[in-house]
């Protein structure tokens, strides 16, 4: 590397970017990972953003609706160093779809979730065959842009092996080399996790040993029916305590519905906590955070509930085992460890990468890596 090499390098690795942010789907973990990234960025950000609605539609068209409405505010006449889209969108038609001078603007695609191993619910009206051209258009956003962020390792794998298999029934169709590309541009980055505050940890809430949390939202993936089973199996065996927290839909799952019926008398609280304060006095005062899902790309309500000072009740699959260090793995109320605090802190020191300003670092130096790379 020469001096004037080295000497760009370093201007562009301090310096704050000029950003354009995609994000189609607007809600829930999509919409808290966009505005803690604006948080703690030091990148300046300008985001063209659709409601968290119809994400069937949204992979379809939200390339088309968020190009025609960047366009019409005058984002697109703006200066931009880095482009960055979410999953939930094609940035293969993104990238079509801009202004000739544009399409060479480097593209960061965020990976919260991947349609090659989204789980099926089994209902024949919601869910009546798995489209795998949803999990296709992942695999184009992947291979059009410069760099892919991944929220964990089992996103990045999953997505690499259901793809395998999609594609080994693929006729005609010949993509070699297709998994040694995605691996050549892919990073793995825990989402930004905001920690608890200060005045809801520890030191205001003892932890209640018995309680457990389960914090998901009520679908068929996060495993109601198992949480329902284990509720009936253990409550009284190990004198166990629930509070059930997590977004509820009009259409409750049957075994919540029994689950409310059943365990009336030793649940504290049932269901969603918009206040986050409130929400946050919640896991303060758990003991455990339990999961029984399915699936889990990540899982910021258990990181965030073992922030707050849970232990873990996880089951060894999915992302869970990237979140634990050794010692808290296969733990439950019924096996309990000997020093809870020890076992508390190494967690804790575990996720510090997920601690916003960490990740969101993380994330800012991988903006940074694809707007250096594009000028050489």
């Not at 997505?159 to 590309?181: C, H, P, Q, T, Y």
Request: aromatic letters at 8%.
């Amino acid at each position: 590397m020469n001096g004037h090499t080295a000497s760009v390098s370093h201007e562009m690795t301090s310096a704050s970017l000029r950003v354009l942010g995609f994000e189609s789907y607007d809600t829930g973990s999509h919409r808290a990972v966009r505005q803690l990234v604006e948080k703690y960025s030091r990148h300046q950000w300008s985001w063209m953003t659709r409601p968290g609605r119809g994400w069937k539609w949204r992979m379809r068209l939200a390339a088309v609706e968020l190009v025609d409405e960047a366009g019409q505010a005058g984002r697109l006449d703006e200066p931009i160093d880095v482009i960055v889209a979410t999953s939930l969108l094609s940035v293969a038609d993104l990238r079509a779809l801009l202004p000739a001078r544009l399409r060479g603007v480097p593209v960061v695609l965020y990976m919260h979730e991947n349609q090659a191993a989204y789980p099926s619910s089994g209902h024949p009206k919601v869910d009546p065959a798995r489209d795998v051209h949803f999990a296709i258009t992942n695999l184009t956003s992947v291979l059009a842009a410069d760099r892919v962020i991944w929220n964990s390792r089992w996103n990045r794998d999953s997505f690499l092996e259901g793809m395998e298999s999609i594609l080994s029934r693929a006729n005609a169709v010949d993509l070699r080399g297709w998994r040694e590309k995605v691996e050549a541009r892919s990073t793995v980055i825990w989402p930004p996790v905001e920690p608890p505050p200060a005045e809801g940890g520890d030191s205001q809430v003892l932890h209640n040993e018995g309680r457990v949390i389960w914090p998901h939202r009520w679908e068929h993936d996060k495993g109601p029916e198992e949480l329902l089973e284990i509720a009936i199996r253990y409550s009284e065996k190990l004198d166990l305590r629930w509070t059930i927290l997590g977004e509820q839909f009009p259409d409750m799952p049957p075994s919540m519905r029994e689950f409310q019926v059943r365990l009336a008398a030793r649940t504290d609280q049932f269901g969603f906590e918009p206040d986050r304060r409130r929400y946050w006095s919640h896991l303060a005062s758990g003991g455990w955070v339990l999961s029984t899902a399915r699936h889990e790309f990540f899982g910021v309500a258990v990181v965030e509930a073992m922030l707050a000072g849970c232990l873990p009740w996880l089951p060894d699959r999915l992302s869970y085992p990237e979140l634990l260090p050794a010692e808290a793995r296969g733990l439950s109320p019924a096996k309990p460890p000997r020093d809870r605090d020890g076992v508390v802190r190494a967690v804790r020191e575990h996720l510090r990468p997920a601690l916003a300003p960490n990740a969101v670092a993380a994330i800012d130096g991988a903006i940074t890596s694809a707007a250096l790379n594009a000028r050489h």
